[in-house]
């Protein structure tokens, strides 16, 4: 049980793959039209704005995940630094955001699916689907980190080649008119930052990909190297995705329901199927890669005595948390079937800003008090600059969201926090 029963078998590679896979899972498929009704010829300002508030983030990301290795991600970081109370804090809003994006994602991927087999489009074939889907998606977690691991590799390579060669070729038949970097082209303040929590949503994943700290060979290495190339690439292939689909399509990319597919269709006929089937592929690597990192996220709060300690038990035979799995999975399921992508994914995006804003504050103390384990850790330029910069930029963003998507993220995290109570307290009778 606990820590030493995990093994350390994800090397920089694979992390790098994993970081990647969850970000480009569903909301890539979505972002390019919704950015276009919202923002214009504009949106890609949009992106341009979310890269400069994700890459202060990425790197405190970077500096802190090389102090802190154990399992756990921002929960543990913030353990670390600002004790357990805090810690416990951004465990639970980065649940919340995980579980939430998760179901949004499955229910992407089944109108997707639906798309390619339209006998699955009704509400029961649509249930059947995605409670399969959670079920295959258990199986291969419940097996071990390895085949987790390679699976996630292999999904990031099928989905990747199609949306950058997309991006690449596609840029040859941009139309420029379509597309503007000026500030005078945003139609309004209000609706550049009403796009950034669905920017940030969008953007986000890093901080699942990071959970499984305690199975990294070699953090202090692995973690800055795999943030920073995988938050590099999903900005440079976000922005052309962004850029071609609106110099192709024009004002019909804001109402199409598969922007990245149509845009690939109006290039080259069969690229449209194409590209549903890198969607399928890309949101199921999306889904396993947030059933994995989180799953290590409910182990760390079992570990540490914040949940029951039956999640932190881990299989005898393959050392995975199998309850911890189960649940994750089964909250997911439940909101899929019930949910659409639009709402639960303004809901992650708030709760992920607001873990973010956190980190940023963590890694600020973690570099300030020297804190480090194994290896030399990414020490951040400036001191208190850059972590300073991703708080502001993800309190200004947070501060768009409206009080229905407040209301979800404060109901949640407040059942949560009155279980944390609830064990505190039995934990202090015993003593």
């Given amino acids: 049980m606990g820590e030493a029963a995990l093994i350390r078998a994800v090397g920089s590679f694979a992390l790098t793959a994993a970081v990647i896979n969850v970000i480009v899972g569903g909301g890539i498929f979505r972002m390019p039209a919704a950015l276009s009704a919202q923002m214009g010829v504009a949106a890609p300002l949009a992106l341009v704005a979310g890269a400069l508030a994700i890459i202060p983030v990425a790197l405190c990301f970077a500096a802190i995940g090389s102090r802190v290795q154990v399992t756990g991600g921002p929960y543990s970081y913030l353990s670390a630094t600002f004790g357990s109370f805090a810690g416990f804090v951004a465990g639970a809003l980065m649940w919340i955001s995980n579980f939430t994006s998760s179901a949004g994602v499955a229910a992407a991927l089944s109108v997707q699916v639906a798309r390619l087999v339209p006998a ?14 959670y079920a295959v998606l258990f199986a291969l977690n419940a097996f071990g980190v390895r085949l987790g691991a390679r699976a996630i590799t292999v999904l990031a390579a099928l989905k990747l080649t199609p949306l950058f060669l997309l991006a690449a070729v596609g840029v040859f038949f941009v139309d420029w008119a379509q597309v503007s970097f000026s500030p005078a082209a945003v139609p309004s303040w209000g609706a550049l930052g009403a796009s950034m929590a669905l920017v940030m949503f969008a953007y986000s994943g890093m901080e699942t990909a990071l959970v499984p700290s305690g199975e990294v060979t070699d953090p ?18 976000y922005l052309g995705l962004q850029i071609v689909g609106q110099g192709v399509l024009g004002a019909r990319l804001g109402s199409s329901g598969v922007p ?16 549903l089937i890198t969607a399928c592929l890309s949101m199921t690597g999306f889904l396993m890669g947030n059933l994995l990192g989180t799953s ?9 005595g914040y949940l029951p ?19 994750h999975a089964g909250l997911a399921w439940v909101l899929a079937l019930a949910g659409n992508f639009d709402t639960l994914a303004l809901i992650s995006g708030g709760a992920i800003c607001l873990v973010y804003g956190l980190v940023s504050l963590g890694a600020w103390r973690a570099q300030r008090r020297d804190l ?7 020490v951040l330029p400036g001191g208190a600059l850059i972590p300073m910069i991703a708080f502001v930029a993800m309190v200004l963003i947070v501060s768009t969201l409206t009080g229905k998507e407040w209301a979800a993220i404060g109901i949640a ?9 609830g064990l505190h307290l039995r934990r202090s009778r015993r003593a």
Avoid: N
Avoid at 296 to 304: E, H, P, S, T
Avoid at 309 to 327: D, E, G, T, W
């Fill in 120 to 133: 699955l489009a009704p509400a029961m074939p649509r249930a059947l689907f995605l409670t399969a889907l």
């Fill in 220 to 237: 202090a290495r692995s973690v800055p190297r795999a943030t920073l190339v995988a938050i590099l690439l999903v900005v440079l292939l």
């Fill in 260 to 275: 990245v597919a149509d845009t690939a269709a109006a290039l080259w006929a069969p690229g449209g199927v194409l590209l």
């Fill in 296 to 304: 290590r996220l409910v182990f760390a709060l079992g570990r540490d």
């Fill in 309 to 327: 300690q039956a999640f932190a038990k881990v299989s005898a035979r393959h050392r995975v948390p199998l309850l911890a799995l189960a649940v």
């Fill in 372 to 378: 480090r384990e194994r290896g030399t850790p990414f």
């Fill in 413 to 421: 995290l407040v059942v949560l926090v009155a279980i944390y109570g």
